[in-house]
């Protein structure tokens, strides 16, 4: 952004992703989107982002877990027309195996945050935003799955809500790479910016560890 950034008033990259004002959230790391193929793109990820939650935690920087919660989406009109549009219906057929679907592919630690959600957006109908604005969040670092669809959603909204957004291009998947990257771009463009996690990790490394504020 340079002196353009500065003329304005915006913040630098440095600036933005302060661990004193930033909060990790990591989207639906479930056993229903990230396990069975281990070979898939979004199975693939758990590991990077389980290392980089270990180095986050280092550095006090709040982190919250979101969950998708497969019944509520199921049963809601728009959430089942889509599973059936899509060639999904024989999910709806079945709710005996919701709970281990649901169940999170990391195991949270006990400062860790975690919030459920309804649909795509961690944002609608939810506590998170009023929770990250009340402990001074400014920036939110998202992880997870699916790039295309939740990530993005939650990213958009964040950015609705007045947060400044970082994408952690290695540590977020897709079922199709194409739509990864296209969603990458889009948010980049849009709704706020996408690195490399080591970019992160590096720059909070210079900053030095500070108060825990979450």
């Known amino acids: 952004m340079g ?5 304005f008033g915006c ?4 600036e933005k992703i302060s661990a004193k004002h930033s909060a990790v959230i990591v989207v639906d790391i479930q056993n229903i989107f990230c396990s069975g193929n281990q ?3 979004t199975s693939q990820v758990v590991l990077p982002i389980e290392r980089f939650l270990s180095k986050v935690r280092d550095f006090k920087v709040p982190l919250i877990f979101i969950k998708q919660d497969i019944a509520a989406f199921k049963n809601s009109p728009t959430g089942r027309e889509i599973l059936v549009r899509n060639g999904k219906a024989s999910l709806l057929k079945d709710d005996s195996k919701d709970k281990l679907a649901g169940e999170l592919c990391i195991k949270p630690q006990p400062h860790d945050k975690i919030l459920t959600k309804t649909t795509y957006s961690a944002f609608f109908k939810t506590s998170l935003s009023k929770n990250l604005h009340k402990a001074g ?3 939110i670092i998202a ?8 990530v993005e959603t939650t990213v958009r909204d964040a950015f609705m809500h007045g947060f400044y957004c ?4 290695d540590l977020v998947a897709s079922y199709d790479e194409r739509l ?11 709704f706020g910016e996408v690195c490399h996690s080591m970019e992160i990790l590096s720059e909070w490394e210079k900053e030095g560890r500070h108060k825990k504020v979450f």
Request: proline share 3%; hydrophobic share 35%.
């Open 166 to 169: 970082i994408v952690l291009k």
């Open 143 to 150: 992880t997870g799955v699916a790039t295309n669809v939740c």
């Open 3 to 7: 002196k353009m950034g500065k003329l």
């Open 137 to 139: 969040i400014k920036t």
């Open 39 to 41: 070979k898939s793109l």
């Open 11 to 14: 913040p630098t990259f440095k």
């Open 180 to 190: 990864h990257e296209s969603a990458l771009e889009n948010i980049n463009t849009n």
